[in-house]
């Protein structure tokens, strides 16, 4: 079985290139003014495959170290309900329920007063980046059918010529 140290290493190592290429996509997309590398064929599907990965790796990741290593300790908890010293909270010590996905890690106290350590607008993120990896392999394929020597769609029609 894989430890969580080493799970937690490889993950950190898969944000470095997935924030590198994103950086490198904007800036081309500044410098070029051009959103894709390629408009031709099924590059554009292809690219938004690959930066929405990216974008996906690089906000989940991070997710997971919020609050990491919560279990047993009340510190993290307090600190997002605003309260830094333990007599000043909920009663009690919390229990730290988590989920991979939708990425959560909620505090509960036994007072039923709960806090989500992870913000909701990572989720979106998140979301997007896989809503974005869905469409791009949709356009591909959709761009590789038409492409395709053959296909009633790419044949020229009643007199057209051919170049």
Avoid at 9 to 22: D, G, K, Q, S
Avoid at 120 to 133: D, H, K, T, Y
Avoid at 147 to 160: A, K, L, Q, V, W
Wanted: net charge positive; aromatic share 6%.
């Amino acid at each position: 079985m894989i430890s969580s140290d080493t799970l937690f290493i490889v993950a950190n190592a898969a944000v470095l290139p997935a924030v590198f290429l994103l950086g490198a996509k904007l800036v081309h997309l500044l410098a070029t003014r051009r959103l894709w590398l390629s408009p031709q064929g099924a590059r554009p599907g292809v690219e938004l495959t690959v930066l929405s990965v990216c974008l996906a790796v690089a906000a989940y990741v991070p997710g997971l170290w919020i609050g990491f290593g919560t279990k047993g300790s009340a510190e993290a908890c307090l600190r997002a309900l605003g309260n830094p010293m333990r007599d000043e909270g909920p009663a009690g010590e919390p229990t730290v329920v988590e989920r991979l996905f939708p990425l959560s890690r909620e505090c509960r106290w036994s007072d039923d007063t709960r806090i989500d350590l992870v913000p909701l607008w990572l989720n979106v993120v998140i979301s997007a980046a896989l809503a974005g990896i869905v469409i791009g392999l949709v356009l591909t394929v959709l761009r590789l059918v038409r492409g395709r020597p053959g296909n009633p769609t790419n044949t020229p029609s009643e007199g057209e010529q051919l170049k």
